[in-house]
């Protein structure tokens, strides 16, 4: 396994981030982007979850 097959397998789909942006949403009523910049603020957080948290900020502040 190389190194790009390594972060890739950390790279949340385009699902998963969809459905994290709305559990954040319920969790931080109604305030997804700021329940998922408090959350990144934890360093208890395991590094897939940073990086799930990481692409629901992008993609909350493209929107």
Avoid: I, T, Y
Wanted: charge should be positive; proline fraction near 6%; charged fraction near 25%.
């Amino acid at each position: 396994m190389g190194l790009f097959d390594w972060f890739s397998s950390l790279a949340p789909s385009a699902a998963e981030v969809r459905a994290e942006v709305w559990k954040l949403g319920v969790r931080h009523r109604g305030e997804p982007l700021e329940g998922a910049l408090a959350e990144l603020r934890d360093s208890a957080n395991p590094p897939a979850r940073v990086a799930l948290l990481r692409a629901c900020v992008h993609q909350l502040r493209q929107a």
